[in-house]
């Protein structure tokens, strides 16, 4: 039997805390959608927001705890879900925002 404060459930509980491969994966997404680039342009972005805190508030220690690392050793995993993202963006058919909707008309003779 567990005691759970009388609030809610326990600080840190797994429920609370959303998992770090979606918190990684919604933070490149975020940076390739304010700039779609790829790698290593992308990785330029990426370091720009969290320096600047953009993503959640989120700094470099917090994106790091989150499964975000910008450390050289560390590069592979995130290389590996920026090809992901972009991946999935690619195959998304819904216009982007701000996009035009371009129709072709036959040609004339």
């Known amino acids: 039997m567990s ?5 809610g459930p326990v600080v840190g ?4 805390a ?11 997404r975020f940076c390739y959608r304010r700039r779609r680039v790829s790698w290593p342009a992308l990785y330029d972005e990426m370091s720009a927001v969290a320096a ?5 508030g989120m700094g470099y220690g917090d994106l790091a ?7 050289l050793g560390d590069l592979p995993r995130l290389v590996a879900l920026t090809e992901r993202v972009i991946n ?11 996009m035009a909707t371009l129709s072709l008309a ?4």
Do not use: K
């Open 3 to 7: 005691i759970q404060p009388a609030s």
């Open 13 to 16: 509980d797994p429920v609370d």
């Open 18 to 28: 959303p998992d770090q491969a979606d918190v990684a994966l919604e933070f490149v």
């Open 52 to 56: 600047r805190c953009t993503f959640r």
């Open 65 to 71: 705890e989150h499964g975000v690392s910008f450390c």
């Open 88 to 98: 999935e963006e690619a195959t998304t058919t819904e216009p982007r925002p701000g």
């Open 106 to 109: 036959p040609a004339s003779t």
